[in-house]
């Protein structure tokens, strides 16, 4: 029985007490023994923990009780095996980098819900967006979606400029992981003058939740950034495990390539780092063996 709850979540909203607020965030992570990321930026937050289920609602209930989240976007997912090994609360620039300010006035396209996304997105009038990187796409999408092929959120608004030479008039949908994204690249969309924007509500782990399998569009695995790297339509573990040099994901076929040396290369990146790089990855896998071996997290395995 899996024993560990995974929550993704996030909230455009105002922050002006970023440090104590962050202080706050840590301490009820800490006291509730939750582990992974949250980011904090003046723009709103933004993470995936893991935990114990009554501990993962308790910092639920502790960020709905601040107005400023009571509409708090989160996803639950389980898992038998924590997917994260340390707590943090990060102070950024942006909770979702796109390296372009917006104008809050544009964070206003509309949501499609789960329920209604297959029979919107199968109108011929409908341009299908997929927000997310190229490693994430290259392991499960919708059908006929198009792919930005993007190497980071920051290549998006370049991907819109040289692609997106459309009518402003035309219906774009786009999804991402659990949504956020999405709240920034209809924005950004907006700010250019595209009239009819929509985006998937929750993103795909939403969607994989809501809909059966049989009637889903969505094909393969979808990317998560934890270390269970993917999960299927069930929301369980996936089929794919990590390159730890360069995050693509790989598959037990990968990992028989002779490119292939746990924590070190991958047929993908072996040819793309240095000797030199490659020596550093391979004394920081000894070092992870290690700690491993005496029972403690090394730093490099997050």
Known sequence: MDKITVCALYKFVDIKNLNEFKKNILTILKKNKIYGTILIA????????????????????????????????????????????????????????????????????????????????????????????????????????????????????????????????????????????????????????????????GGILNYLKKIEKKDSLFRGDCFVFDNRV??????????YDQCHACRIPITEKDKKHTHYVEGVSCPNCYNKTTPEKKRKFKERQKQIKIAKKLGINHIGQN
């Not at 209604?116 to 290259?138: A, G, H, P, Q």
């Not at 993917?230 to 089929?239: A, I, P, T």
Request: hydrophobic share 30%; proline share 2%.
């Open 230 to 239: 993917s999960v299927d339509h069930n929301l369980r573990r996936g089929n």
């Open 42 to 201: 003046k723009e709103g937050i933004n993470g995936t923990v893991s935990g114990n289920n009554l501990d993962i609602l308790n910092l639920i209930d502790f960020l709905k009780s601040d107005v400023r989240f009571c509409d708090l976007e989160y996803k639950l997912s389980f898992t038998d095996k924590n997917p994260f090994y340390r707590t943090k609360v990060k102070l950024k620039k942006e909770i979702v980098t796109l390296g372009v300010k917006i104008n809050k006035s544009h964070y206003n396209a509309t949501y499609i819900n789960p329920e209604n996304w297959n029979e919107f997105i199968t109108n011929d009038d409908v341009i299908l967006i997929d927000t997310r990187n190229k490693y994430e796409t290259s392991i499960g999408s919708f059908i006929n979606s198009i792919d930005p092929k993007t190497e980071s959120f920051r290549d998006f608004p370049n991907f819109v400029k040289n692609n997106l030479n459309l009518e402003k008039t035309k219906k774009i949908a786009m999804f991402c992981t659990g949504g956020i994204r999405c709240e920034k690249s209809t924005a950004y969309l907006k700010s250019k003058g595209f009239k009819n924007v929509y985006h998937l509500k």
